[in-house]
């Protein structure tokens, strides 16, 4: 089996790259960034689909890397692919999919136009259990490279376990929420999951409440540009 360091050089993916592969926290990893992005699309596309960086590989069904406009604004990034993406290769297709669509509807967005979605882990862990800490370090260089690539104006967080892990922090959703982080220089705002949300009815008020929160930002950022 290929290591991930095989894949990364027969990509041509340098030592640059591998420096920041393993930061200690989000910030150290803003630190240690490169100017120009290492990755391109394709060589990223190809790192993930043949990635066997941690325990998932062996059962995942494919690497979901994400979907959307690459020029996007807007990055909206989740917690890892449920047994739907695994099986059809794009984030968010199930109920909660359906439900992200409509939250983004209701801020006048489309999938695809002007927004990117992935998630923190692009491979799904088994029975939909919580990504591990030694996962989320070993997907993080591809989380990094999406960002360095698509250079969005802000990041939605959904859910706690994306949050906690982008925030590096272990403060609760309710807290997070309701105000504007920063993620590489990115403003990030946190919100609830979907897949919550469909569980969780009176919640939908404050997701609305931070999708204002993420309209208005967005909205003060690109009329200051
Ligand atoms: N939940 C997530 O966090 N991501 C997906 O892609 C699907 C469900």
């Known amino acids: 089996m290929l290591s991930r360091d095989d894949v990364f050089n027969e990509l041509g993916i340098g030592p640059v790259w591998r420096l920041r592969e393993t930061p200690a926290s989000p910030i150290s990893a803003l630190d240690s960034r490169p100017s120009a992005p290492t990755f391109t699309w394709d060589t990223l596309a190809e790192a993930v689909a043949r990635c066997t960086a941690c325990k998932l590989s062996a059962t995942r069904t494919q690497g979901v890397l994400g979907v959307g406009d690459r020029n996007a604004d807007?990055?909206?990034?989740?917690?890892?692919?449920?047994?739907?993406?695994?099986?059809l290769g794009e984030p968010f297709v199930g109920q909660a999919g359906k439900l992200l669509?409509?939250?983004?509807?209701?801020?006048?967005?489309?999938?695809?136009?002007?927004?990117?979605?992935?998630?923190?882990?692009?491979?799904?862990?088994?029975?939909?259990?919580?990504?591990?800490?030694?996962?989320?370090?070993?997907?993080?260089?591809?989380?990094?490279?999406?960002?360095?690539?698509?250079?969005p104006k802000l990041i939605l967080a959904l859910g706690r376990f994306a949050a906690q892990s982008l925030l590096d922090t272990d403060e609760a959703i309710g807290r997070l929420r309701g105000r504007v982080h920063q993620f590489q220089g990115v403003p990030l705002v946190v919100t609830y999951h979907p897949a919550y949300l469909l569980r969780t009815l009176p919640d939908k008020a404050r997701a609305w409440e931070d999708l204002c929160l993420a309209r208005r930002t967005y909205a003060s950022l690109t009329s200051e540009s």
């Not at 990055?75 to 739907?84: H, Q, S, V």
């Not at 939250?103 to 992935?118: C, E, F, K, P």
């Open 74 to 87: 807007w990055l909206i990034i989740g917690e890892a692919p449920g047994a739907d993406e695994d099986r």
């Open 101 to 151: 669509d409509a939250m983004l509807a209701s801020i006048g967005l489309t999938r695809g136009d002007n927004v990117y979605i992935t998630n923190v882990l692009k491979s799904r862990p088994p029975g939909n259990r919580n990504p591990a800490p030694d996962e989320v370090a070993a997907c993080r260089p591809y989380l990094l490279a999406q960002i360095e690539l698509i250079q």
